[in-house]
């Protein structure tokens, strides 16, 4: 459950994200951004209080928001995506990746400790 939690804390923080970009020509979007990062917080806290780690959680709401925001605003808005953007949106979700890695091994030792 914490993980439907955190992907709607992605959702939203990346549809508030968006949201800004687009009020900069229709005002009435200004709204739906407010609305996406109250539900991004919320449902982030969501995600935590079911026991999610918050470097765990926190790392990867971000650099999903990141890496999505970027996509997105390329395919919604025409803005330029390099190589090197490219590379670096990968790098981003191999941080991710590591540091959900480090995480479950941490957790691992914790439980074998006696």
């Known amino acids: 459950m914490k993980w439907l939690f955190l992907a709607g804390a992605i959702a939203f923080e990346v549809t508030g994200s968006l949201s800004l970009k687009a009020a900069l020509e229709a005002p009435g979007f ?4 407010a ?3 109250v539900g991004a917080f919320a449902l982030l806290a969501g995600a935590l ?3 999610m780690p918050l470097g765990v959680g926190y790392g990867i709401w971000g650099a999903s928001g990141v890496a999505m925001t970027a996509i997105f605003s390329a395919i919604l808005f025409g803005e330029p995506m390099t190589g090197l953007m490219t590379l670096g949106i990968a790098v ?3 941080g991710v990746l590591c540091v959900e890695l480090g995480s479950q091994a941490a957790t691992k030792n914790l439980e ?3």
């Open 30 to 33: 200004f709204a739906l951004a």
């Open 35 to 37: 609305i996406g990062y």
């Open 49 to 51: 209080r079911r026991g």
């Open 92 to 94: 981003i979700i191999g």
């Open 112 to 114: 074998e400790t006696p």
